[in-house]
């Protein structure tokens, strides 16, 4: 049997929330969200909608908005043959437009 603390956890705080609550229409906090997502690593998504009282459109829609996982590898080997090296400077950028990341290598 799953431990079911995480559980428990999230719809105490989904509880909390909601008693708290001033704006009967207001979104579900992203904290919120992001454990009710997490708790799917565990659960079926029926349990978790159950407990949290949400419906499953709303988990599904929240689950959508997730950066997706890319299938490409993380890294990518290069052989450079000695005879193929550039006599000068030689400089190889590498950018992410998501992540605004970028890499410089010089050789």
């Given at each position: ?6 559980l ?12 708290t609550?001033i704006n ?6 992203d904290e919120?969200?992001?454990?009710a ?13 159950k ?10 829609d929240?689950r959508?908005?997730l ?5 490409a590898?993380d ?6 043959e ?5 006599k000068?400077?030689?400089?190889l ?7 605004n990341f ?6």
């Amino acid at each position: 049997m799953q431990n079911q603390k995480n559980l428990i956890q999230a719809t105490a705080d989904f509880e909390h929330w909601r008693q708290t609550l001033i704006n009967k229409h207001a979104s579900i906090p992203d904290e919120l969200r992001c454990l009710a997502l997490k708790l799917l690593e565990e659960y079926p998504i029926s349990h978790v909608t159950k407990a949290l009282r949400i419906c499953t459109t709303q988990i599904n829609d929240w689950r959508k908005q997730l950066p997706s996982k890319s299938s490409a590898p993380d890294f990518v080997p290069l052989q450079i043959e000695p005879d193929l090296l550039p006599k000068s400077d030689l400089s190889l950028q590498l950018s992410h437009n998501i992540f605004n990341f970028r890499t410089r290598l010089r050789f």
